[in-house]
Antibody, heavy 123, light 105 residues
């Protein structure tokens, strides 16, 4: 049974930083065989795919809206995916999900998701 | 960015009835469309991918259709556990999601 658990969210002041983690378990093959992604949903707004990372970590892509403040990475021996967010702004307040990607050729959907971790940015 | 528009925002139906949810893309996405179900406090669940292929373990009462810009998710004979929010997502380009349709009793 595939299981994804996000952590690391919380209340942060504007300008601060956070590192979100996603712990994966139950993958039928090895964790490093799968692309992973981070997606967020801000209150009253749509769901945004922020970034994805290949199984080996060598292929990373970010949404155009991610202005260099976000960094996705992974630790395969530990079955973890990370999202580092710097210079946090009020508009980063959202529920952040990690998910596993499926598909090919840059066309991806998400077959397993975590329940999300809440990030709130406020002074 | 491809904009996904779902309708209606809320759909009120009775258990045992049939529900049809719509999703429209601002430009063609071929058949690169997925549907998800989401319940409070639970992880989103993949229902349909490639517009009409059911994901593993999804009951046959869920069916997807359409291609290009117009898509539907049909749930025949609604069960109590089907009342949830449903999202569509295109993956012909950078993934984008619809705003969701809440299926209400």
């Amino acid at each position: 049974q595939v299981h994804l658990v996000e952590s690391g969210g919380g209340l942060v002041e504007p300008g601060g930083s956070l590192r979100l983690s996603c712990a994966a378990s139950g993958f039928p093959l090895t964790f490093s065989d799968y692309y992973m992604t981070w997606i967020r949903q801000a209150p009253g707004k749509g769901r945004d795919c922020l970034a994805y990372i290949s199984g080996g970590g060598g292929h990373i892509k970010y949404a155009d809206s991610v202005t260099g403040r976000f960094t996705i990475s992974r630790d395969n021996p530990k079955n973890l995916v990370y999202l580092q967010i710097n210079s946090l702004r009020a508009e980063d307040t959202a529920l952040y999900f990690c998910a596993r990607l499926r598909g090919t050729g840059g066309r991806y959907y998400f077959d397993y998701w975590g329940q999300g971790t809440q990030v709130s940015v406020s002074s | 960015e491809i904009v996904m528009t779902q309708s209606p925002a809320t759909l009120s139906v009775s258990p045992g009835a049939r529900a049809t949810l719509s999703c429209r893309a601002s430009q063609s996405v071929s058949n690169n469309l997925a549907w998800y179900q989401e319940k409070p406090g639970q992880a989103p669940r993949l229902l349909i991918y490639d517009a009409s292929t059911r994901a593993t373990g999804i009951p046959s009462r869920f069916s997807g259709g359409g291609s290009g810009t117009d898509f539907t998710l049909t749930i025949s004979s609604l069960q109590s556990e089907d009342f949830a929010v449903y999202y569509c997502q295109q993956y012909n380009d950078w993934p984008t999601f619809g705003q969701g349709t809440k299926l209400d009793i």
